[in-house]
């Protein structure tokens, strides 16, 4: 019930609205209708004065002539009629009285025209006309008056003046009805026009209300649905103002991490890992790389590959997808081609809608490097405490051995020179002195190799021991191998003991050999060389400065990686068992190394190797090298020689060859006897032959004492090997007379004839 | 009780002041421009002074008189303007009579003005007119001779030159339309016969007042 009757009042508000609205469009027609005929009933007026003025300007009276009293009507009366219409459609418009005065004006003026006009039937038109513009009004009203005024008009001539509007005296009282007729004719359509369009206004006004009422709630609807929208806006703009925190909060977190990105001093770009183009690169990979960011841009991962790496790099863009991402060392191609090592950092991620991986590479290349030089010296050293261990071991061993076989060969060599070679003993003495020697060139080597053995340096051209060893050589390596010797002219001198460099040639011709049993080219070449401070960095132990190189080079099988890196440690071989010692490479570093220089191999499988031994220079004239032991006869002797020996064997066995040559002996078993007879002693003592090592006191300690003693005497030592008491690092002290164990008497007999002979120096 | 009550409130009930101002100035005005309409429908219903013609044919006149059919004689001043209203109906009349009536127009020249003094409009539309002719009437000689004084003044004499007609042809001053004195001519020209034979005439005045509008009021005494 409530709803309908808030229906009905709204129905009757709209009513009431519309009714509002249709007087308020009648009022703006009235208002405008008569502002309209003000304007009309002026030009009228001045229509009408205008008209008489041409039509009948002036009166005549035979030839006197006065202003026509239709100018006058026209003036004045045309004046009266319109004045008061025009007034009130100036100042009362819309206002019901002022329409009917006007109507009444229109049609008035209307008579007044006809009569100016003579009555000319056309004017009369101007009475139909007056209608049609009164029924702008759109009230019927208002034709009322104005068809009043004109069958009034014909009703009042008709009746006083009737020839004036029929043209008779007489005729029918009712004749006057024959015009308002016509009049009341024409407002029949003029109503039916005015009712219709009255009609029109209405629901024009009824549908405005409408409309209105539907604006209103539109409105009412708009006004609340805008509350709602401020509502919203206002909520809506906390959330940007808060959106727009949480961007300048992602921008400045972006402009960190691009920062962070672009400072990096780590090379770091983005890549699509679909198409392994770079999305982003960083300066520092610019600058490390050598691209500028518009190539880099063009460019993909994998053409900072090496070629050969690209497979790996593609399996591991593979496995990226699959989530197994591998992050480690790689290879990298700089643009000059350069290749790095980097080390690999990698996280996935969206870039641009990409699904992409962020990389920071990190240059390892000097840190490899490093451990690789780290390698070889760990190795070196390794090798070097290998060396030292077998050194101590073949020293501890030497010196026992060497008396051991100075006895067993001396012996065997005393012995074979009192027997005649048919006697039965004297081919068994024969095998045991080459045992005997064999065993001793067994301690030889491994004092070589150890370092151990001693040296005696001498400024050598190693062209000419090449020369003396040529024939030599090209019996050792047999005729299926072709000999070719390459020599520098005015090649570098180098000092070393010559017998030493002989065995480094010997043992890299046999190796040589070895490696070729079907034939091939045996290559030595010297040549001079420097190393650099370049070649010095890349590698260890070697020393900056001018070096003689000695190359030895076959066309043999050569060696894989895993071999060459075992070739110069001791017993290792690869001959078949009893062919090879594994001592001869090892040799030759051990005398190389020994003498000052390195040795590198160089080796391709299946195409063949070369030794590269490289020995200091040495700015001095070559020394001219002894033509060797001869064998001549024994030299004798009368000198008195103190013998010193702690090794009975060895003692007795010098002893018998020296009195065997004609020397008076003196024998002691160790230092202190050896000072206490010198002292004893009343004749003179020539020569002091003495052991280095011997316990209590060294063979130097004595020589130093006893020449307090006996300035006269000289020393000659024997050793198979000595520590630092006579020797440094290997190398005899200079002016030192030696004879190394084991040794033959002959070799004995000659060394102390070749003491007993030389001049003292003073 | 209670209706006797309302009925003397609404009695009492004064009419609004714009209506109390306007009625009677309403009123005024109507007043005012009734008489003058009064006035002017007057002026324009006022005949001029009527002919006394001469009941045979003037024999001093200077026009030739049709002997076989009728002669119409209209008098006119050049300049009067209620007199276009005659001309007009004048060629109403002459269409109607389809040759049957000789008709001259007399236009005034008093002595002493300008050559062209009656060539005026009038002339010309009478002049147009087929079967009228437009003449000179030197100082209103011929007016005389036919005593007319009011411009529009219309005679018609007959074949044997008998007056049959005298009057104006319009039906008030200056006014155009249908009008006793034309249906009289058209009826005698073509039916020998007319309910009227005069009709008032509505015109200049031909003379001065003071010496030639007296004249046929004279002449006729």
Redesign the interface.
């Known amino acids: 019930m409530q709803a309908s009757n808030a229906e009905l009042a709204g129905r009757a508000m709209t009513a009431r609205r519309g009714t509002d609205i249709f007087n308020d469009h009648q009022q703006v027609i009235c208002r405008r209708t008569d502002r309209m005929f003000a304007v009309l009933l002026t030009l009228q007026w001045l229509a009408g004065i205008a008209a008489a003025y041409w ?11 006065q202003t ?3 100018v006058w ?1 026209a003036v ?2 045309g004046g ?2 319109s ?2 219409p025009i007034v ?1 459609a100036l100042t ?1 418009p819309g ?1 019901v ?1 002022t329409r009917y ?1 006007v109507a ?1 004006g229109q049609m ?1 003026m209307g ?2 025209l006809i ?1 100016l006009t ?4 056309e004017t009369h038109f101007h009475v139909f006309g007056s209608l049609a513009f009164l029924s702008f009004y759109r009230d019927w009203r208002v034709l009322v008056p104005a068809t009043l005024i004109v069958a009034a008009d014909h009703f009042l ?1 008709g009746v ?2 009737p ?7 007489t005729v029918s009282e009712w004749r006057w009805l024959e015009h308002a007729g016509w009049v009341l004719f024409e407002n029949t359509f003029l109503v039916i026009a005015i009712r219709r369009s009255v009609s029109e206004m209405w629901d024009i006004a009824e549908r405005t209300a409408e409309s209105e009422d539907l604006n209103a709630e539109l409105e009412r609807r708009v006004l609340e649905r805008t509350v709602q929208l401020r509502t919203a806006n206002r909520e809506l703009g906390a959330k940007v103002v808060e959106h727009s925190s949480a961007e300048e909060a992602l921008r400045d977190s972006e402009a960190r991490y691009r920062l962070l990105f672009e400072s990096n001093p780590f090379p770091m770009w983005v890549y699509d890992l679909e198409t392994l183009g770079f999305l982003a690169v960083n300066d520092a990979a610019l600058h490390r790389y050598g691209y500028s960011r518009a190539e880099f841009l063009t460019m993909a991962i994998k053409d900072i590959h090496p070629a050969e790496d690209v497979p790996a790099l593609l399996a591991n863009v593979s496995r990226v997808f699959k989530g197994l991402d591998e992050a480690g060392a790689w290879r990298h191609q700089l643009k000059d081609g350069t290749i790095i090592d980097v080390e690999i950092s990698s996280y996935p991620l969206t870039f641009a809608g990409r699904q992409s991986e962020l990389v920071l590479a990190s240059d390892i290349t000097a840190r490899k490097q490093a451990e690789e030089a780290l390698r070889q010296s760990e190795e070196q050293l390794r090798q070097s405490q290998k060396m030292e261990a077998v050194g101590k071991l073949a020293g501890g061993v030497a010196h026992d051995f060497n008396n051991l076989l100075t006895a067993i060969t001396g012996y065997s060599d005393l012995s074979l020179r009192r027997l005649k070679p048919d006697e039965p003993l004297y081919h068994n003495l024969v095998e045991i002195k080459k045992a005997g020697e064999r065993a001793a060139g067994l301690t030889r080597q491994l004092l070589a190799l150890s370092r151990k053995q001693i040296l005696q340096p001498k400024v050598l051209d190693l062209n000419q021991i090449i020369f003396e060893t040529n024939k030599m050589l090209q019996r050792l390596i047999g005729e299926d191998i072709d000999l070719l010797v390459g020599l520098a002219p005015d090649l570098g001198k180098i000092k070393a003991d010559p017998s030493q460099i002989e065995q480094v040639l010997l043992n890299l011709s046999v190796n040589a050999r070895d490696a070729m049993p079907q034939g091939g080219k045996l290559t030595i070449e010297t040549t001079d060389v420097y190393l650099d401070e370049d070649y010095v960095g890349r590698h260890a132990a070697v020393r900056a400065g001018h070096y003689v190189v000695l190359a030895v080079s076959d066309t043999g099988c050569g060696m894989d990686a895993a071999t060459q890196a075992r070739i110069f440690e001791p017993f290792f071989t690869t001959k078949e068992v009893g062919k090879g010692t594994g001592l001869g490479l090892s040799t030759v570093y051990g005398i190389v190394k020994q003498s000052g220089g390195n040795v590198y191999v160089y080796s391709e499988v299946g195409h063949g190797t070369t030794f590269k031994v490289y020995l200091p220079r040495v700015d001095q004239p070559a020394a001219e090298l002894s033509a060797g032991p001869v064998e001549t006869a024994q030299p004798l002797g009368c000198e008195t020689v103190l013998l010193v020996e702690d090794e009975e064997m060895v003692r007795h066995l010098a002893k018998e060859i020296l009195q065997e040559n004609g020397y008076q002996v003196l024998e002691a078993q160790h230092g202190r006897a050896a000072l206490y007879i010198a002292e004893q002693h009343q004749g003179p003592i020539h020569l002091m032959l003495s052991d280095v090592v011997m316990p209590q006191m060294s063979g130097r300690a004595l020589a130093e004492q006893l020449g307090q003693l006996r300035r006269e005497v000289k020393v000659l030592y024997m050793s198979g090997y000595t520590d630092d008491a006579i020797v440094h690092h290997g190398v005899l002290d200079e002016g030192m007379a030696f004879i190394e164990k084991p040794f033959s008497p002959a070799a004995l007999a000659r060394k102390v004839r070749e003491v007993l002979d030389t001049p003292v120096t003073v | 009780m209670r209706c006797p009550q309302k009925k003397i409130e609404a009695q009492r009930k004064p009419w609004p002041k ?2 109390r101002l ?1 009625l009677p ?2 009123m005024l ?2 007043a ?2 009734g008489c ?2 009064w006035l ?2 007057g ?3 006022t005949p001029g002074v009527a002919a006394q013609p001469p009941g045979d044919w003037p024999t001093d006149s200077r026009l030739q008189r049709a002997p076989d059919r009728a002669t119409l004689v209209m008098l006119a ?1 050049p ?4 007199t ?2 005659s001309i007009g109906e004048l060629a109403q009349l002459m269409a109607h009579a389809q040759g049957r009536v000789t008709a001259y127009v007399l236009f ?1 020249k ?1 002595a002493g ?1 300008a050559d062209d003094w009656e060539q005026t409009d009038l002339w010309q539309s009478a002049a147009r007119i087929p079967g009228v002719t437009a003449l000179i009437d030197d100082d209103g000689a011929e007016a005389q001779r036919f005593h007319a004084a009011t ?1 529009g003044q219309t005679i018609l004499y007959n074949a044997a030159g008998r007056l049959q007609f005298s009057g104006g042809i319009t ?2 001053r ?7 004195g034309r ?1 009289a001519i058209v009826a005698l020209v073509n039916a020998g016969a007319a309910q009227q034979t005069e009709t ?1 005439v509505f015109g ?6 003071e ?3 007296r004249r046929p009021e004279h002449a006729s005494k």
Do not use: K, M
């Open positions: 039509i009948s300007p002036t009166a005549w009276a035979g030839t006197t002539s026509h009293p239709h009507a004045l009366l009266a009629i004045a008061l009130l009362q206002h009285s005065t009444v008035l008579s007044l009569h003579g009555g000319r039937i001539r006083f003046w020839q004036s509007v029929y043209g008779v005296l | 714009r209506i306007l100035v309403t005005w109507l005012t421009v003058g309409l002017l429908w002026y324009e219903n001043h300049h009067c303007p209620c276009r209203a005034l008093p003005f411009s039906s008030a200056g006014h155009a339309g249908d009008n006793a249906s008032s200049c005045p031909l003379f001065n007042p010496s030639v509008c």
